[in-house]
């Protein structure tokens, strides 16, 4: 654990301020779930939580299964990572953080494909993918990831790879509800 030298004092209703540079650092928005950890030391831990990170494997499956179907890279993303990959090399893309095209397609809760405009590119940490297709998933009406398919330059998304997208948006969304 590192420590970042700030010091806050909680208020008479319980609160702490996490302040506005750690904040966008480590792309915390109003509304984000906290998750809380104590250890036997007495250290209070606040850990972003992901949704679509506890599907797991399940995640994975999905987007191997999907990858097989389209013929195309898979991708399915929390709102800050990409937590499954298949059909692309995974050591490449598996944990990195989204962009922020794509951070902010889901933050808009778009729909978006090469078809109608340029291909999104997936990751800040390279350049090599784009995504000519992206689902947001939706879960009780917030934006917890995304769903997209890894396009070459040129290529287009057809109609399949548009419909496979929703579909697998909308069911992680049921999914995540419940």
Not at 29 to 51: A, H, M, Q, T, W
Not at 57 to 74: I, N, V
Not at 89 to 100: A, D, F
């Amino acid at each position: 654990m590192k420590a970042t030298g700030i010091v806050r004092r909680i208020d008479d209703l319980g609160r702490v301020v996490i302040p506005k540079e750690l904040r966008r650092t480590l792309r915390i928005r109003e509304g984000d779930p906290l998750e809380i950890f104590v250890n036997n030391d007495g250290e209070v831990i606040f850990k972003k939580y992901s949704p679509i990170g506890e599907l797991g494997d399940f995640a994975s499956d999905y987007a191997e299964t999907l990858a097989k179907a389209s013929g195309h890279g898979a991708v399915i993303t929390d709102r800050d990572n990409i937590i499954a990959v298949s059909g692309v090399p995974k050591k490449e893309l598996i944990e990195k953080p989204v962009s922020r095209e794509l951070e902010n397609i889901m933050n808009e809760k778009l729909t978006v494909t090469s078809e109608n405009s340029r291909a999104v590119s997936v990751s800040e940490m390279t350049d090599k993918y784009s995504a000519g297709v992206v689902v947001p998933i939706i879960s009780e009406g917030d934006t917890i990831g995304s769903v997209l398919f890894i396009m070459h330059d040129g290529e287009r998304p057809s109609e399949v790879e548009n419909k496979l997208a929703e579909s697998a948006a909308g069911f992680l969304g049921k999914h995540m509800e419940g």
